[in-house]
T-cell receptor, first 114, second 113 residues
Framework: DAGVIQSPRHEVTEMGQEVTLRCKPI?????LFWYRQTMMRGLELLIY????????DSGMPEDRFSAKMPNASFSTLKIQPSEPRDSAVYFC????????????FGPGTRLLVL | AQSVTQLDSQVPVFEEAPVELRCNYS??????LFWYVQYPNQGLQLLLK??????LVKGINGFEAEFNKSQTSFHLRKPSVHISDTAEYFC???????????FGTGTRLLVSP
């Protein structure tokens, strides 16, 4: 299997622009997670889906952030409008969907908002 | 609410020396515990996990961890480290019955010759 695929790997944008991050989970996995990693706050869970349904979005920072999972093989995380404080590495992870199962992480998208 | 404390932000060690990375957690319910490793510019990958059963858990790359319920700890150990073990190590906890992981702030292991 190719593992979790994220695109783009790097994104540089200007403040106020819309940013869309994409994730393809491992085939057959039922759960998908979006994390943000920064030096100041460490690794934070933003939202996770089970069977394409959002289960917990309590980590989404504010209304500028939105996430969708239209089908089992694709998810997006959108920031509109972007701000410099959104600069971070965003990880997508997937798991088979059973409690205690390993989460498999993608390589991340490094976002820089100028 | 759960929380994870990794007391050491950085641990320098010489090659072939033993190492212990400390992790303490706080939770009012039964937990699952995990250690993940992150190499530079990569995503996290699982080293080992404790779900139930034996409190001594063996993982990949020669690492092991021991679950201590009375001390609410899950320290990671390796008897002899290699240069290639240089990475950031994250402890994480989830409540049994839930998938959500709470991560610690990470410990950077620096192995020098």
């Amino acid at each position: 299997d190719a593992g979790v695929i994220q695109s783009p790997r790097h994104e540089v944008t200007e403040m106020g622009q819309e940013v869309t991050l994409r994730c393809k989970p491992i085939s057959g996995h039922n759960s998908l997670f979006w994390y943000r990693q920064t030096m100041m706050r460490g690794l934070e869970l933003l939202i996770y889906f089970n069977n394409n349904v959002p289960i917990d979005d309590s980590g989404m920072p504010e209304d500028r952030f939105s996430a969708k999972m239209p089908n089992a093989s694709f998810s997006t995380l959108k920031i509109q409008p972007s701000e410099p404080r959104d600069s971070a590495v965003y990880f997508c992870a997937s798991s088979p969907g059973t409690v205690g199962e390993t989460q498999y992480f993608g390589p991340g998208t490094r976002l820089l908002v100028l | 609410a759960q929380s994870v404390t990794q007391l050491d932000s950085q641990v320098p060690v010489f090659e072939e020396a033993p190492v212990e990375l400390r992790c303490n957690y706080s939770s009012s319910v039964s937990v699952y515990l995990f250690w993940y490793v992150q190499y530079p510019n990569q995503g996290l990958q699982l080293l080992l996990k404790y779900l139930s059963g034996s409190t001594l858990v063996k993982g990949i790359n020669g690492f092991e961890a021991e679950f201590n319920k009375s001390q609410t700890s899950f320290h990671l150990r390796k008897p002899s480290v290699h240069i290639s073990d240089t990475a950031e190590y994250f402890c994480a906890v989830s409540s049994s019955g839930f998938q959500k992981l709470v991560f610690g702030t990470g410990t950077r292991l620096l192995v020098s010759p």
